[in-house]
């Protein structure tokens, strides 16, 4: 499972809960995170409360940013 933490009223930490996932599909979720990044960010993005809007995704420090 994946949650967005905020960091600030623009940001957000990206936190992959290995425990609720099985081995594989933890491992697969990981390989989706690091070969195909832009439909791991769709993922994100569906997340995010209606009232905000993707702006920019950090994947080294996954970190999520929306526009003010």
Known sequence: MITLNPLTANTYKVVIHRDDLTE????????????FPA??????????????TFDLYDHYSMTLYVKD
Do not use: A
């Not at 594989?24 to 070969?35: A, G, H, Q, V």
């Not at 439909?39 to 905000?52: A, G, M, R, S, T």
């Open 39 to 52: 439909e791991f960010v769709h993922h994100l993005i569906d997340l995010l409360p209606p009232d905000q």
């Open 24 to 35: 594989e599909d933890f491992n697969k979720l990981i390989r989706k995170r690091d070969f």
